[in-house]
């Protein structure tokens, strides 16, 4: 079974002091993606950022996506529905230091459908994650973004090549045929 996992699609990374206009370009096709998702039982995992004061990801950006703060929200647009799962982060990896792995192995999900932001940071560590349980990652190119066009591309094919990531051009191709 397929679950799609949606990083930091969260107010301070969308709209707030990181956010950019190339964030926000994603929103409407994950929104079709994850009803697409839904209607085919795909269970729907939202991972946000939910710093606490001394993290050391505090030490590289500044103080941002503060656990309990507005930034930390995921947008509106794409608020979680009945069912979906919202787990809080402290790390890029989604999977590190949370209880993800466990809830997806219990559910008996194989593969994990990975969206959100950045590209190259937190979609890149949390297919890492995903990676070093043993789950297979799919990414489509059109429900990701990253500051630049390269840095996109860059971690894309970072992925596809170390970690065996298979990226298709839309979230289309994954809905048509399942
Ligand atoms: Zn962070």
Redesign the pocket.
Known sequence: MKAVLVV?MIN?FVKGKFGSERARSIVPNIAALLEGARSRGWPVFYLK?S?REG?P??RV?GP??MAGTWASEVVDELSPKKGDAVIE????DGFLETDLGERLRDLGVEEVVIVGISTDI?VMHTAWGAFTRGLRILVPEDCTESISEENKRWALEYMKTVYGAEVVPSYRDLLRGS
């Open positions: 930091d301070e950022d710093h993290d990801e505090l950006w941002h996506a982060k402290r790390w890029y937190c």
